[in-house]
């Protein structure tokens, strides 16, 4: 079984267990990760789920849609070239480490 | 089955009792069919889960209502004009239009703002210091900060923002018109907002109307019928709830002297967990009774969909009680205590999935920053009678919060 590891912004780490075709704001909510919100449930619209992904991770997980590259814009913490919504980060085989940022509302 | 955990909804009794019995309902079901006084059946959700579960499936729709298909279930009419607003379109419509407001009042924006809101709050106390040692907190401090954002976001220019307080507040609960100056001043404000769209069409500045006036869609721009509703959604949801919602949480903080002290070590630092309890507490917070009932607007099922065990049939409708999943024993174990610490804090007041409010992080942060300067200016500040509610009106909202410091 896949894991999701959550580093939070005090450099603590929460490591869950995933199944895969979840994605990482679904585990994260339904596992009370803290500092991933998702208020919108996953449809692209409050960008409350920002996450940095882990360098290892970027290729397998894709680039941002047009849709999730607006959204990027929005986010409370700064965007960076890591950043994505984690709603569009849909859990494979492998492990996921994504770094939550430290404001989202 | 015991009586408590098959009455529902429920007439006004106190906030423990009322605690009491939301506990009894979720545990015995997710959810409730209830006869509304208009629009016939529609099932109630108790439940956290249940709602989340609800909320974020596509298969529930608003379109019937639109359209005027089915008559909205609900506890009063549905009044027209909102039925022609955002909450009631769906994908892919919905998606389109929310995009192009979501940016305006995103959480980056939201951030960029929050200044300016800290800065008018801080007048606003100015101006009660400055006429004495009393003020009425909903005229003096809770009411005219929401506008003031507002406009600030409309782009509604300064020498305006009188007027648009009039006509605007005539549509809120808290201003006791008669019928006929609600009609007349919701006409002047609808033309005012007409002429808004006009001008930032020909002479766009940085706001909201600008970018609605002017954004470029693959296909077309939006038309004006398109953007008024808008405009006019964002007016009634923008302040009278954000308005409501801090005068809730002054009040709230003001009739729990423990919880208020713990604020008052750290205003800043806890203004975002006393406004995620605030928002979910709500009423039980004011220790006046409080009635099994309140409800979001209500969705259609496009098909037979399964919730927690219990079958909606494809064309019944279905809404939650945000009250109730806030209070449910299930998601949260001592919901009846008033905690502003706490961390884990799935209230659904906002709502949540592709309908959760929009202007969610501009109200979220006009309470933080309205509960914070306030109590960090005037930590010696006291009720001097009990709050005033206006009990006709669906929202139940405070319509006086006489202080004194
Ligand atoms: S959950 Fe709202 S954008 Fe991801």
Redesign the pocket.
């Known amino acids: 079984m896949p894991k999701v590891f959550y580093t939070q912004p005090d450099g603590t780490v929460v490591a869950v267990a995933a199944s895969p075709g979840d994605?990482v704001?679904a585990t994260a909510v339904r596992n009370g990760v803290s500092g991933v919100?998702?208020?919108?449930?996953?449809?692209?619209?409050?960008?409350?789920?920002?996450v940095y992904v882990d360098e290892a991770h970027r290729d397998e997980l894709g680039t941002p849609g047009e849709d999730?590259d607006e959204?990027l814009d929005c986010t409370a913490s700064d965007r960076e070239d890591s950043s994505r919504?984690?709603?569009?980060l849909i859990i494979g085989e492998g492990d996921v480490h994504v770094t939550v940022p430290p404001e989202q509302l | 089955m015991n009586q408590i955990a098959t009455d529902y909804p429920f007439a006004p009794v106190s906030a423990a009792e009322a605690a009491e019995r939301y506990r009894a309902i979720a545990a015995d079901r997710p959810m409730t069919k209830v006869t509304m006084p208009f629009g016939g059946d529609a099932w109630v959700i108790h439940r956290t889960e249940a709602a989340r579960a609800m909320l974020g499936d596509p298969r529930f729709v608003r379109e019937p209502f639109r359209t005027g298909e089915r008559v909205v279930p609900y506890f009063v009419e549905f009044p027209e004009f909102l039925r022609q607003t955002l909450q009631f379109e769906d994908p892919p419509h919905h998606t389109k239009l929310r995009r192009l407001v979501q940016k305006a009042i995103s959480p980056k924006q939201v951030r960029a703002m929050r200044d300016s809101a800290v800065a008018y709050a801080n007048s606003l106390i100015d101006e009660m210091v400055a006429k004495g040692d009393t003020a009425d907190l909903v005229h003096d401090y809770a009411l005219p900060l929401p506008i003031q954002m507002l406009c600030n976001l409309l782009g509604v220019p300064p020498e305006d923002h009188d007027k648009f307080e009039k006509w605007a507040s005539s549509t809120l609960a808290v201003a006791g018109m008669s019928e006929d100056d609600v009609v007349a001043n919701m006409a002047e404000l609808y033309m005012y907002v007409v002429e808004l769209i006009q001008l930032r069409r020909r002479e766009p500045l940085d706001d909201l109307i600008s970018s609605l006036a002017n954004a470029r869609d693959k296909d077309d721009t939006l038309t004006d019928e398109e953007i008024l509703p808008i405009a006019m959604l964002l007016v009634v949801a923008g302040f009278d709830n954000t308005a409501n919602f801090i005068t809730t949480g002054i009040a709230s903080l003001l009739q729990h002297p423990a919880q208020l002290e713990l604020f008052l070590t750290d205003p800043d630092g806890l203004a975002p967990t006393a406004t995620e309890e605030t928002l979910r507490h709500g009423r039980f917070s004011l220790g006046i009774p409080v009635a099994g009932g309140g409800a979001l607007v209500p969705f259609v099922a496009t098909e037979d969909v399964e919730i927690d065990g219990q079958l909606v049939a494809e064309g019944e409708a279905i809404m939650i009680d945000p009250g109730a999943t806030a209070h449910d024993g299930i998601a949260l174990p001592d919901a009846e205590r008033f905690d502003i610490t706490r961390q884990n804090n799935p209230q659904l007041t906002l709502s949540y999935g592709l309908h959760?409010c929009l202007g969610a992080p501009l109200a979220r942060m006009e309470m933080q920053v309205a509960l914070a300067e306030l109590f960090k200016r005037l930590p010696q500040i006291r009720l001097t009678s009990t709050p005033v509610i206006n009990h006709d009106h669906l929202s139940q909202p405070i319509t006086r919060l006489d202080a004194t410091w």
């Open positions: 994605s704001m919100v998702g208020q919108c449930g996953g449809s692209l619209s409050c960008a409350t789920c920002h999730e959204m919504l984690s709603c569009q | 959760h």
